[in-house]
């Protein structure tokens, strides 16, 4: 019998956040700020997706078309505050932040499957 495991998805954005933050933390406060906001985002970007399943789950056939706009427009307000209050730096650092949700959720596809006997 197969046996399946658990993924905690969310503690895996935050260990690829601890891997990351010290590489770059050395190129100063704003990519360090917008690193870290970029990953609250995903974070909340993250809980937003796992709602949305939910809904879709009971039903409610237009909770993915409805969660995909607001996470659109809270990633683009996090975009834009970066941009405008860290300049170019910042922006692009909150950007990586948010990619750390797609790094985390496609890298490691086999761990939704546990292999062993």
Partial sequence: MERMTKIDFSFNIFLTYLF????????????FVGFSFGFVFSEIGWLLLGEDVEKFKNGKRRAILIGFFKRYLLF???LLMSFLIMSVEGFFSAFLGLEILSLTLFVSPDLVRDKGG
Avoid at 20 to 31: A, C, D, E, H, T
């Fill in 76 to 78: 683009s307000i996090l």
């Fill in 20 to 31: 990351f933050l010290p590489i770059l933390s050395m190129w100063g406060w704003k990519v």
